[in-house]
């Protein structure tokens, strides 16, 4: 007798693919399968789409794994992104730059980050 198996919430997001399983165990998963048409500003849009997906995921799922690493795992190796990892990737820097405050609160007050005041003087380009 074949049960089924009940989806996993995170496939519903549009760029979570799952291949075919070598057995009712083993779903190989991919989080990242997205299909880029060439078009670097369109591909970013994409990117930022899919990332404002996977916010409003991570805030209606209450999943509890660290999903960002696992996803970043299945992006291109070796600067072969596409615009729509760079799309992904900056809309989330943009949403970790307004919710910071909330990041530091659910880490824990006794973390050890450097909290040295930020100068701009004198510093060089990050690009």
Same mark, same amino acid.
């Given at each position: ?14 760029? &979570? !693919? ?8 083993? &779903?190989? *998963? $991919? ?8 078009? !670097?500003?369109?591909? $970013? ?7 404002? =997906? !996977?916010? *409003? !995921?991570? &805030?209606? $799922? =209450? ?16 600067? =072969? ?22 990041? =530091?609160?659910?880490?824990? /007050? ?5 909290? /040295? ?11």
């Amino acid at each position: 007798m074949s049960t089924t198996r009940k989806p996993h919430p995170i496939e519903s997001l549009s760029f &979570v !693919y799952d291949r075919a399983p070598k057995s009712r165990t083993n &779903v190989q *998963r $991919c989080l990242w399968h997205v299909q880029p048409t060439g078009n !670097y500003d369109g591909d $970013c849009h994409t990117g930022q789409l899919f990332a404002i =997906e !996977y916010l *409003r !995921y991570r &805030v209606e $799922c =209450e999943e509890s794994t660290p999903l960002l690493a696992l996803i970043i795992r299945d992006m291109p190796k070796g600067g =072969e992104h596409t615009g729509i990892e760079v799309g992904f990737l900056e809309l989330l820097d943009i949403a970790a730059h307004g919710g910071h405050h909330h990041a =530091e609160q659910t880490f824990g /007050a006794g973390a050890r980050v450097n909290t /040295a005041p930020l100068s701009t003087s004198g510093q060089t380009a990050l690009w």
